[in-house]
């Protein structure tokens, strides 16, 4: 594999996944929200990432999704893998199996809980870029992790030649900027990880965004992506602000539910959730709802 491959341009839909009333993962609305992805236009479908609820699948589940995510999309879209955990050799094995299985890449998040140090933070990426056959993206998410991944050390990481480019969910324009700069000139990816940034990400470099609100509007998110890419900013900006009341409502509890209410007002999918996560509450429910009535989605 080169260095210079890049997982992907535009959007990368972060995919829900639908479980049944009795908690079981719903595996045909699974392969018909891919279809619908594949369909609407996105240009990379991440499975088990955060909105896929990924750290309450058994292992046996992710793999059916990971395998089933690949043999729909049959080489028309890239397919990432979520693989990251707190444990470094679970997330080796884990990212050995997705690359052997036919993904195009893996999303591997900082080690959550046990907030390791630098060293073993690179250790960690360093191990599980050794086991990829693909290119990995770092997933930084302090706020799920607690733990950062500040410039230098994404720096020092992107030496691998394996490690090929990082979602940048901290938050901050500032970071997301400074990551670009770095990075200028060089084949190395800063992708949005927030969908109220994608637009401020992507006019500083970015190549893009790992997207929630995709899951319903994978056709909007994906021409406001790639509007910035092709420097039509005025198109990009008039999209992100019809967009915007829903991607904030998407936030306005922890991801997935918010989403996953949406998707079932839409009739894609059961508004189900695993413990410890819940249903949003009725005033996030309603706030939903009125922001897809404004855009004519009800």
């Known amino acids: 594999m080169k260095k210079q491959e890049i997982p992907f341009r535009g959007l990368c839909t972060a995919l829900v996944t639908p479980f049944r009333a009795d908690g079981s993962v719903d595996a045909e609305a699974f392969s018909n929200l891919v279809r619908r992805q594949i369909a609407g236009g996105a240009d990379a479908l991440l499975v088990l990432g955060t909105t896929g609820e990924s750290a309450t699948l058994t292992d046996e589940e992710r793999r059916m999704l990971v395998r089933e ?47 390791p140090t630098p060293d073993g933070l690179i250790r960690h990426f360093t191990e599980t870029a050794d086991a990829a056959g693909c290119p990995v993206i770092l997933y930084n998410i302090p706020s799920r992790t607690g733990v950062d991944l500040p410039v230098p050390l994404v720096k020092e990481l992107a030496r691998h030649p394996h490690i090929a480019g990082i979602k940048e969910a901290s938050g901050s324009i500032d970071r997301a900027a400074d990551l670009c700069a770095v990075f200028s000139g060089e084949d190395f990816a800063v992708y949005a990880g927030n969908d109220g940034e ?60 918010p989403v996953k209410a949406a998707m079932a007002m839409l009739g894609l999918a059961e508004n189900v959730l695993r413990l410890p996560l819940v249903p949003v509450r009725s005033e996030t429910e309603a ?3 009125a922001a897809l009535d404004s855009l004519g989605l009800l």
């Open 69 to 115: 995510t690949v043999r729909i999309a049959a080489g028309c879209v890239p397919v990432i893998a979520g693989t990251g955990t707190n444990d470094t050799a679970r997330t080796a094995a884990f990212t050995r199996f997705a690359s052997e299985a036919g993904c195009d890449a893996v999303l591997v998040a900082a080690p959550y809980y046990n907030r």
């Open 198 to 257: 994608i637009v401020p990400v992507c006019s500083v470099g970015g190549m893009g965004a790992v997207s929630v609100l995709a899951n319903l509007l994978p056709r909007e998110v994906g021409e406001m992506c790639r509007a910035m890419l092709d420097g039509e900013w005025q198109t990009a900006a008039a999209i992100h602000n019809r967009l915007l009341p829903l991607a904030r409502a998407l936030f306005a509890e922890t991801n997935p539910a």
């Open 287 to 289: 706030r939903l709802r």
